[in-house]
């Protein structure tokens, strides 16, 4: 996953792009038209699977916001589906430059369906392929449908809150952990004795007990009794990062 910028200085856009696993064939590229408004949103991680399916059979793809949208330039009241129309062209020729294909497929969702046959119709000589993912077939009932009452605004806030997590956590299992020691706290700043044994490597960070405080502390042999599992000094909890 390569995150860019295409596009124009004065009409900046930013775009992600995934490169095709190698293979003896032809370079193919595949350009991805996002939906707008509020179906963005429900719309970006089975964009972003799609990407990522395409890469592995062998597919170049880019997949873009439009100007006004997303982490592209502009304001939200400048994008309109003219310049729509502009962004997919300038996505076209970026995907061809960068994988080096003379033709591209264009696959849309939705709004992005119409933005794709709109731009096919025009750049017929460097599409291939078009692909059409449910498009708009009627304009007053799409319209309708975006005018959504301010409680799915918000569950559509918490759903793009919620996919940025799990990306994030995609992110962090593609890291290499099989050399990486287990760590007893986040910061090793105050080193780990390797002359002991076990839970008592990390002795340092055993600490008295507070005793005059806003409540009570709980004697550590109190607290290991309620455990299910311990080594006598620490909690035993099963794994959390699994190889």
Same mark, same amino acid.
């Given at each position: ?6 596009? &124009? $200085? ?9 490169? %095709? ?8 590229? %595949? ?11 429900? $719309? ?14 062998? +597919?170049? #793809? ?8 997303? *982490? ?18 300038? %996505? ?8 080096? #294909? ?31 993912? *449910? ?12 005018? &959504? ?18 990306? +994030? ?51 550590? *042999? ?7 599992? #311990? *080594?006598? #000094? ?10």
């Amino acid at each position: 996953m390569n995150p860019l910028f295409i596009g &124009t $200085a004065e009409r900046r856009l930013f775009g992600i792009y995934e490169p %095709a696993v190698p293979s003896r064939g032809k370079p193919r590229a %595949a350009v991805l038209c996002y939906p707008l408004g509020s179906e963005y949103i429900y $719309a970006h991680r089975s964009m972003r699977q799609l990407a990522a399916r395409l890469a592995a059979a062998g +597919y170049h #793809t880019l997949r873009f916001d439009y100007f006004g949208t997303g *982490d592209s330039a502009g304001e939200t009241q400048q994008a309109d589906l003219v310049g729509s129309n502009f962004d997919a062209a300038a %996505a076209i020729e970026a995907l061809k430059d960068i994988a080096g #294909t003379a033709k591209v497929a264009l696959i849309g969702l939705r709004a992005g369906a119409n933005i794709a046959v709109n731009v096919a119709s025009r750049h017929g000589s460097e599409v291939d392929a078009l692909v059409l993912w *449910d498009p708009i077939v009627s304009g007053e009932q799409y319209v309708e449908s975006l005018q &959504t009452p301010s409680g799915n605004e918000i569950g559509a806030h918490m759903l793009r809150d919620l996919n940025s997590i799990l990306e +994030y956590i995609e992110r962090l299992s593609e890291l290499e952990t099989d050399k990486v020691a287990p760590m007893a706290q986040v910061s090793d700043r105050y080193g780990v004795d390797e002359s002991r044994q076990g839970s008592d490597r990390f002795a340092y960070a055993i600490r008295e007990d507070v005793k005059e405080g806003l409540r009570k502390s709980l004697p550590p *042999d109190e607290a290991l009794k309620n455990a299910p599992d #311990t *080594d006598g #000094t620490f909690f035993e909890v099963p794994k959390v990062i699994e190889r």
